[in-house]
Structures are given as C-alpha cells and as structure tokens.
C-alpha cells in the first residue's frame, strides 16, 4: 500500500513538472521580447528596437524576411541556433546582387558589407595565394562592386643546356693606346628553370631562371687599349682588314671633311671603303674617328693624327690590323 503511495506521488510530480515546461513553452512562445537589430548597410548602421516571439535566430531571419524587415540573401551576423532573448543585439548585413567573373566566367555574386575576402567566402569562392583577385582581399566592397578571381596555374619543368662562350671587344682606358690583350673562355652548362603561367586554364607565357650552374660559362675577351684618348665600353668588331697607314697632323683649331676639329684620335679615310663617321681602333694607334678625307687617302689607306711632325715622321707608313667597331647593345 505504501508503495502505490509513493508512485502516485512520483507520477504526479511528473505530470506538474511537464505541464510547467510545456506552460514556459507556450509563455516564452507567446510572449514578445524585444531585441536590438543592427541593419548594416554600405551606407551606414540603423539601430532599431524590435519585438518578436521568435524563439531562434533563424526564427527571427525568417520572420524579418516575411515581413519584407530584411531581404532573404541579407546576412545575420548570428549563430542560427541561438535562443532569441531580450535585450540581445542582432546584426544584420544588407546583400545585393552584382555580377563578378570568377576562372574566366561571368557569375552572379550576393555581396554583403565587408571586405572582398568575406564575401569570396560567404559565396563558397575558393582561391589561393598565386589567385590574381581585384580588388584586393582586404577592400571594402561597395554595392556595386565588380570582383574578378582569376585562377592562376605554373607549369615548372627543368632542363640543362649548354651555354656557349661570348666574344666580346672591350675597350679599355686602362691598356695603352694601339695594345690589345686576348684571354680565351669556355662554355658553360647549367640546369634552367622554365615556368609556364596559365591564366584561366590559358598559357600567358614561360619564363626562363637558372637554377644553378653545372660549369660557369666564361667569355673570350678581346681588350683594345685606348689610353690616349680614354674611350671605354663594350663593342662589336664588324670588319677587320689590313690598313696602309699614315701620319699627318695639322695647326690647332684644323677641321677636317665633316667639320669637326681634328685631334688625336681622328683619322681620314676613303669613304668608298671606310664609312665617314665610323669608328676604328688601329693596331698601335688605337681608337680612330672617321671625320676626314684626303686626296692621297685611297683604298685602305688610313691617315692618322699625330699629335707633332716628329710623331709622323716616327710613324712613316706601316701596314697595320684595323678593325672597324660599333658599339654593343
């Protein structure tokens, strides 16, 4: 008998306990509270009191849209399953749509007020780092904003390759006038990094690195020395052949056939076979302008500025190696 006492008492406080969960329900159900909603536009932020039997966030979403209070794409800065309780602040982000090109192609995107990376991520855009992505990830959108992803791709493959030697013609201050110096080079190998950009699933282009050198190449140089008249730089040889040379000088202030005046350094030519205003370097004169003409200067004769009668008479006429050079690119 005690027993059937003691569950009446047990089932009878069950039955209060579910009829006062059930009555909470219906109370915080049909109870209004009032929460605070941010609406954030990309204008601004519009504070408002707002009174909702909404027992969710998600709730409150969907009641705001049916009323037309939000629209369905805006963004509520909320956890969906959050109890709606009085006095709590909700935010949320006005969207519109606008049109983006994401990989080459033309998409709608809804767009909320934040940064371009919120939004690539609020639309399920996945990038990485090599992405080339305008505007940039940390701009502000405005709701008018065009955003564009390109995907970018590198193909990178390597290849050795054989490097040949360069002859290159220096001309140097540092030698004496009319010396040249030779040092031979060798080729060189090297591994060389070829990358090749897609845009888009496109190739744009392939860029050529050296990775590292399996032997250094070293160029073959030529050295004119020129340290009478101090003339420096890297040139091409684009004639050689032997000049029948001779000597003259002049009075101060003489010009010659293109009215420059003459001085150690200039030379006359035939210009049926050396071009006025070419630039020579004569084995043991060095470096040489083309700026005159003579009745006896013929054929390969070149005629030298001297500095004195003395230094002609020394020089006499001796045939000499004469390269005719243009300087290098």
């Known amino acids: ?3 059937g006492d003691r569950h009446r008492r047990t089932l009878t406080a069950a039955v209060i306990m579910l009829v006062l969960f059930a009555g909470y329900q219906a109370w915080d159900y ?9 609406y954030v536009t990309y204008g601004g932020t519009q504070h408002i009191e707002y009174a909702t039997t909404a ?9 705001l849209t049916e009323k037309g209070d939000a629209g369905e794409h805006d963004l509520m800065d909320t956890v969906p399953e959050m109890p709606v309780k009085s006095n709590m602040t ?19 995107l809804w767009l909320v007020p934040g940064t371009v990376e919120d939004n690539l991520e609020l ?3 996945s990038f990485d780092d090599d ?4 505007p940039a990830l940390d701009k502000k959108v405005a709701d008018d904003t065009s955003i564009v992803v390109n995907e ?5 493959k390597e290849k050795k390759e054989t490097i040949e030697a360069v002859s290159r013609v220096i001309l140097d201050p540092s030698l004496t006038s009319g010396v040249q110096e030779t040092s031979e080079g060798n080729d060189g190998e090297g591994i060389f990094t070829y ?15 050296l990775k590292e050198w399996i032997t250094e190449p070293h160029d073959s140089e030529l050295r004119l020395g020129t340290s009478g008249t101090g003339n420096s730089g890297e040139y091409i040889v684009e004639r050689t052949f032997t000049a029948n040379t001779t000597a003259y000088t002049a009075k101060a202030g003489a010009r010659g056939a293109l009215g420059m005046g003459v001085h150690f350094g200039t030379c006359a030519v035939d210009p049926g076979f050396v071009s006025l205003r070419s630039e020579l370097w004569v084995e043991g004169y060095g470096y040489a302008y083309a700026c005159d003409t003579g009745g006896a200067v013929k054929g390969n004769v070149v005629d030298l500025y001297m500095n004195s009668r003395g230094a002609c008479n020394s020089w006499g006429r001796r045939n000499k190696t004469a390269y005719v050079i243009i300087p290098a690119e």
Not at 57 to 63: F, M, Q
Not at 90 to 108: H, N, P, S
Not at 195 to 209: M, P
């Open 195 to 209: 990358t090749t950009k897609y845009v888009n699933g496109r190739k744009k282009g392939t860029e050529r690195d």
């Open 123 to 125: 639309n399920g855009i």
């Open 131 to 134: 992405d080339e992505i305008k």
């Open 1 to 3: 008998m005690l027993w």
């Open 152 to 156: 970018i791709h590198y193909d990178v």
């Open 30 to 38: 049909l109870v209004p509270k009032t929460v605070n909603i941010d």
């Open 55 to 63: 027992r969710t966030a998600a709730e409150l979403k969907s009641e």
């Open 90 to 108: 909700v935010g949320i982000r006005q969207a519109t749509e606008t049109e983006a090109k994401i990989a080459g192609k033309e998409q709608k």
